[in-house]
């Protein structure tokens, strides 16, 4: 799996970390970031959808 590195302005690592580890939803934070892309691409893929910018094999 490929790694990369970005910069997350503090008040949102604080608040990622809340949900994070063993009292957490996610395990670590890789794992949380991870489900936060999904999450996002999954919207962003309804809302092309919605405007008819999905080509239907991108459709799922």
Do not use: C, F, W
């Amino acid at each position: 799996m490929p790694k990369i590195s970005v910069e997350i302005p503090q008040e949102l690592l604080t608040d990622l970390d809340r949900h994070v580890g063993e009292d957490g939803k996610y395990v670590n934070r890789s794992e949380a970031v991870r489900a936060s892309i999904r999450k996002n691409l999954d919207i962003l893929d309804e809302i092309d959808k919605r405007h008819g910018r999905l080509e239907d094999s991108e459709r799922s």
